[in-house]
């Protein structure tokens, strides 16, 4: 996956001005006000919806390249997925970050609808929230999505819910990279470095695959896992990739594998699990066994 902003098909970028011994990480609590949110538009209740977008000033909606020109439109659109014959919708939280007082939401949005064939087709869009706090609670003061396209659909297991804290700040990399190593030094294990970020889906599908019941015994054994934040662009530890030998022009995410020492032993450079659609089970386990230590060979 390139770029936050390919994620969510953004030509505004004015928008964003506005372990594996003791398993996953704990999933944060929800964000509230996005959970009505969800809420108004599976019941369809218009009037709950709408009192979620900013009046004052009135919301910013904008599709691709479009801004609406009725900020209404925006919320008008969730309602009518329902008439729509639009079913099984399944917003899910990949990021959720503060950015200048306001909460930003990146998320994939999962849906099915009728195919004109008696089948079920499978749909997902990418799409951003920010809220900000008023007089009367949390409103949705700029949206930015794209349209609902076909879901290529993936082999490796996906996250029901993603953990939108599964990437730490990017400044804490050089951090837990060291304790990391040093993990790796006491338990006689190599290390994978994943390069990534939260917005990135397929980032959030490779973590799930590596921490399944398939994977995680032969992780636990052999591997301590480190994730790096690129940040919100793609320009943060970018040094960091480069210093490991690690390729990010081709898209994220991108693995790095070191001894204990930090010796590397092996870099990804041509975006070969950048994409989770392209890449299966059969694919994760040849690239574990062969970079697994020496020892456990």
């Known amino acids: 996956m390139k770029s936050l902003k390919r994620v969510l098909g953004m030509a505004g970028a004015w928008l964003l001005l506005g372990g594996f011994a003791n398993g996953l ?14 809420k108004a538009v599976a019941s369809g209740d218009e009037a709950a919806l709408a009192k979620l977008y900013s009046a004052h000033p009135p919301a910013v909606a904008q599709v691709g390249r479009t801004r609406l020109a009725k900020p209404d ?3 008008k659109f969730w309602l009518g997925l329902k008439s729509a014959n639009v079913t099984d919708l399944n917003p899910k939280v990949l990021d959720i970050a503060s950015v200048g007082g306001t909460k930003r939401l990146v998320l994939r949005v999962e849906c099915q609808r009728a195919d004109g064939e008696g089948g079920r087709k499978r749909l997902v869009l990418g799409m951003a929230q920010f809220w900000a706090p008023q007089e009367d609670g949390w409103r949705i003061v700029t949206t930015q999505r794209g349209l609902f ?12 819910t993603p953990n939108p804290r599964l990437y730490s700040d990017p400044s804490e990399a050089q951090a837990e990279l060291k304790a990391a190593e040093a993990r790796a030094v006491r338990e006689h294990k190599r290390v994978i470095v994943m390069f990534g970020a939260n ?10 695959t590596l921490h399944s019941q398939e994977f995680a015994p032969l992780m636990a054994a052999n591997f301590v896992l480190v994730h790096i934040n690129i940040g919100e ?7 960091l990739a480069a210093e490991l030998g690690v390729g990010l022009n081709r898209g994220i995410p991108s693995l790095g594998v070191l001894e204990p020492d930090g010796k590397v032993v092996f870099a990804q450079k041509d975006g070969e699990f950048e994409s989770t659609v392209r890449i299966g089970p059969e694919d994760v386990r040849a690239f ?6 020496a020892s456990s060979r």
């Open 233 to 239: 662009e793609g320009k943060d530890n970018n040094d």
């Open 73 to 75: 439109d925006e919320w």
């Open 199 to 208: 917005w990135c889906y397929d980032c959030h599908v490779l973590d799930t």
């Open 25 to 38: 990480a704990q999933t944060p609590a929800p964000f509230a006000p996005f959970e009505d949110w969800k």
């Open 288 to 293: 574990l066994e062969k970079w697994k230590p």
């Open 149 to 160: 396209a076909p879901d290529a659909g993936r082999r490796l297991p996906q996250p029901p």
